[in-house]
T-cell receptor, first 112, second 117 residues
Framework: NAGVTQTPKFRVLKTGQSMTLLCAQD?????MYWYRQDPGMGLRLIHY???????AKGEVPDGYNVSRLKKQNFLLGLESAAPSQTSVYFC???????????FGDGTRLSIL | KNQVEQSPQSLIILEGKNCTLQ??????????LRWYKQDTGRGPVSLTI?????NTKSNGRYTATLDADTKQSSLHITASQLSDSASYIC????????????????FGKGTKLSVKP
């Protein structure tokens, strides 16, 4: 029972490079989310999706793009990485309120 | 501004002891309040979800309480174990999310609990 799987688990990038983080869920959930977690701060929502083919902006969307071409996958892209995007990124999925969100174990991303 | 404040920031207790973590919020109106446990290096895991009309909810040795009048919630851990060492995050879901996407959850910064043998 995999739940929410994030790849890669760790990555180091140079400023200006691009990359894509992958999130996959096997629970047939409609909703998926991308968060970032920084020291001393609560989780902040970057983008989310309410279904296949849909995306919406969260609290901190600048510098990120997302796509949800398949229901089970939610991709987060960094077009031109900046040191301020050094963070731990979490993906989550749910069947909607009031059911809980299920989180992956995160991708630790460092931008040099 | 909608906020969720947790206290204390960190806490150290001895194995077997009880402890209580606090969450104060300004989110109003709200749909539900959640507590998550986050082990080091892992993603958060849901412990409890309480609607605005519920006063208490338990999950094993974890008991959450909610006082909507004072806008306070607490998480009580009974007979602590070493495996309880983690961060505990309080999350409030504004009423605008009711029955929907949960795209506007308000997260607290968490309380880091260390249980020592």
């Amino acid at each position: 029972n995999a739940g929410v799987t994030q790849t890669p688990k760790f990555r180091v990038l140079k400023t200006g490079q691009s990359m894509t983080l992958l999130c996959a869920q096997d629970m047939n959930h409609e909703y998926m989310y991308w968060y970032r977690q920084d020291p001393g701060m609560g989780l902040r929502l970057i983008h989310y999706s309410v279904g296949e083919g849909t995306t919406a902006k969260g609290e901190v969307p600048d510098g990120y793009n997302v796509s949800r071409l398949k229901k089970q996958n939610f991709l987060l892209g960094l077009e031109s990485a900046a040191p301020s995007q050094t963070s731990v990124y979490f993906c989550a999925s749910s069947q909607g309120d009031p059911r809980p969100q299920h989180f992956g174990d995160g991708t630790r991303l460092s931008i040099l | 501004k909608n906020q969720v404040e947790q206290s204390p920031q960190s806490l150290i207790i001895l194995e077997g002891k009880n402890c209580t973590l606090q969450c104060n919020y300004t989110v109003s109106p709200f749909s539900n309040l959640r507590w998550y446990k986050q082990d080091t290096g892992r993603g958060p895991v849901s412990l409890t979800i309480m609607t605005f009309s519920e006063n208490t909810k338990s999950n094993g040795r974890y008991t959450a309480t909610l006082d909507a009048d004072t806008k306070q919630s607490s998480l009580h851990i009974t007979a602590s174990q070493l495996s309880d060492s983690a961060s505990y995050i309080c999350v409030v879901n504004p009423l605008m999310n009711y029955g929907g996407s949960q795209g506007n959850l308000i997260f607290g910064k968490g309380t880091k609990l260390s249980v020592k043998p």
